[in-house]
Structures are given as structure tokens and as C-alpha cells.
Nanobody, 124 residues
Framework: QVQLVESGGGLVQAGGSLRLSCAAS????????MGWFRQAPGKEREFVCA????????NYVDSVKGRFTISRDNAKNTVYLQMNSLKPEDTAVYYC?????????????????WGQGTQVTVSS
């Protein structure tokens, strides 16, 4: 079992920045691909970005490319999401998730561990 706890959400004005963190505990964090997903009110959960087990490969949804950066520190069992140039449409609950193995995926059903989510609100 892997427990994931997100932090760093909050209220920010459009154009601002936030850094989300996801701390993992329990079974080994290393060797697992990690992803960030988000869900806005009335919408389905959507893929934001993912990183493979080593950090050598990443993938982003088109709407955040060039603005968001995913990274991980395996020594600290933590994955990060740096969000810059935030827009009101980025407002959502952001979830951290882990796969059972190392290749990244954009599909929510392929992630078996999920955090409780952290709210990000971007005002215009």
C-alpha cells in the first residue's frame, strides 16, 4: 500500500504560480510512475501530467505544456507540480496518483493509489 498526501494548493490570481507537492509513504515509492490529475466541478477527472519512475520521461496535456512542470525526488519520496502562468480554467481539485510500476500513463484507471486532492483556485 502507498499513501499519498498532496499539499500546496490555494487561491492565486491569474498569471500567478503555485507548487504542489505529493508525499508518498508506505510501500516503496521508487519504481513507480506518478501522475497528476485534476477535476473541476461538473467535469470528469482529467490527466494533467505524468513522470516515469526515474524522472527521465514526462508527458503533459496540451493545455498545460510550457506552463506546468512535473518532477520527482525519489530520495524524499515526493513528486512536485510547478504551475506557472495559471489561468482561471486551471481551477480544480488536483490529485496525485501512483502506478504499480514505472512506465508513465495518461489513463486514470491505470493508477492504483490516489491522494485525497488539493484545491487550486485561480481568480481572474
Amino acid at each position: 500500500q502507498v499513501q499519498l498526501v498532496e499539499s500546496g494548493g490555494g487561491l492565486v490570481q491569474a498569471g500567478g504560480s503555485l507548487r504542489l507537492s505529493c508525499a508518498a509513504s508506505g510501500r516503496t515509492f521508487n519504481g513507480k510512475a506518478m501522475g497528476w490529475f485534476r477535476q473541476a466541478p461538473g467535469k470528469e477527472r482529467e490527466f494533467v501530467c505524468a513522470i516515469n519512475w526515474s524522472g527521465s520521461s514526462t508527458n503533459y496535456v496540451d493545455s498545460v505544456k510550457g506552463r506546468f512542470t512535473i518532477s520527482r525526488d525519489n530520495a524524499k519520496n515526493t513528486v512536485y507540480l510547478q504551475m506557472n502562468s495559471l489561468k482561471p480554467e486551471d481551477t480544480a481539485v488536483y490529485y496525485c496518483a501512483a502506478r504499480s510500476w514505472g512506465a508513465l500513463s495518461t489513463t486514470p484507471s491505470e493508477y492504483i493509489y490516489w491522494g485525497q486532492g488539493t484545491q487550486v483556485t485561480v481568480s481572474s
